[in-house]
T-cell receptor, first 113, second 116 residues
Framework: AQSVTQLDSQVPVFEEAPVELRCNYS??????LFWYVQYPNQGLQLLLK??????LVESINGFEAEFNKSQTSFHLRKPSVHISDTAEYFC???????????FGKGTRLHILP | EAEVAQSPRYKITEKSQAVAFWCDPI?????LYWYRQILGQGPELLVQ????????DSQLPKDRFSAERLKGVDSTLKIQPAELGDSAMYLC??????????????FGQGTRLTVV
């Protein structure tokens, strides 16, 4: 069975500083990987996804994530964060065997002024 | 833009009462998921439907929880009786038909349940 580990429950970072949110996964078969963002009392919104091809994927709001198969990681990065990026971020994995989507426990990104 | 609809957005109920949540997925999405998200944690899959059939309910507490998707479209999740520990956000999501497993799940706004 697949699993997802988000190594940091909270990440404080100053505004305009870079940030990396870590995600590692475990699966015996090929996977699709996702990052979702959740604002308070809202559902989850897709931020970006890795399906195949280029291992570096980007979102429209400046986030990027790199799939590293050897390290089974899919870390999320942004070179310069803004107050509006304050949210909870969830890494998720889906295999090509079934339709189950498994989430990590989430990382709360806290932007300091 | 098509969305997953959930109702109600908020629900307060007394323990031992029955409560139900409704979800209408994006039209044409065959896969429907119900997740429970306890405050400060990630979503936990409760049940997964493919059309009207349950394909995974291994994490659903079947002594008090039930879920149905009778016509393979909208779905209802019920809790009876509710317990204090059921307080959480209940999220519904849907995904396009099988064969497109590379697609993400689309989430509704969720139902915030508080059991008092």
């Amino acid at each position: 069975a697949q699993s997802v580990t988000q190594l940091d429950s909270q990440v404080p970072v100053f505004e305009e500083a870079p940030v990396e949110l870590r995600c590692n996964y475990s699966s015996s078969v090929s996977v699709y990987l996702f990052w979702y963002v959740q604002y308070p009392n809202q559902g989850l919104q897709l931020l970006l996804k890795y399906l195949s091809g280029s291992t570096l994927v980007e979102s429209i709001n400046g986030f990027e994530a790199e799939f590293n198969k050897s390290q089974t990681s899919f870390h999320l990065r942004k070179p310069s964060v803004h107050i509006s990026d304050t949210a909870e971020y969830f890494c998720a994995v889906r295999t090509n065997r079934d339709d189950k989507i498994i989430f990590g426990k989430g990382t709360r990104l806290h932007i300091l002024p | 833009e098509a969305e997953v609809a959930q109702s109600p957005r908020y629900k307060i109920t007394e323990k031992s009462q029955a409560v139900a949540f409704w979800c209408d997925p994006i039209s044409g999405h065959a896969t429907l998921y119900w997740y429970r998200q306890i405050l400060g944690q990630g979503p936990e899959l409760l049940v997964q439907f493919q059309d009207e059939s349950v394909v995974d309910d291994s994490q659903l507490p079947k002594d008090r929880f039930s879920a149905e998707r009778l016509k393979g479209v909208d779905s209802t999740l019920k809790i009876q009786p509710a317990e204090l520990g059921d307080s959480a956000m209940y999220l519904c999501a849907s995904s396009p038909p099988g064969g497109l497993r590379s697609n993400e799940a689309f989430f509704g706004q969720g139902t915030r349940l508080t059991v008092v």
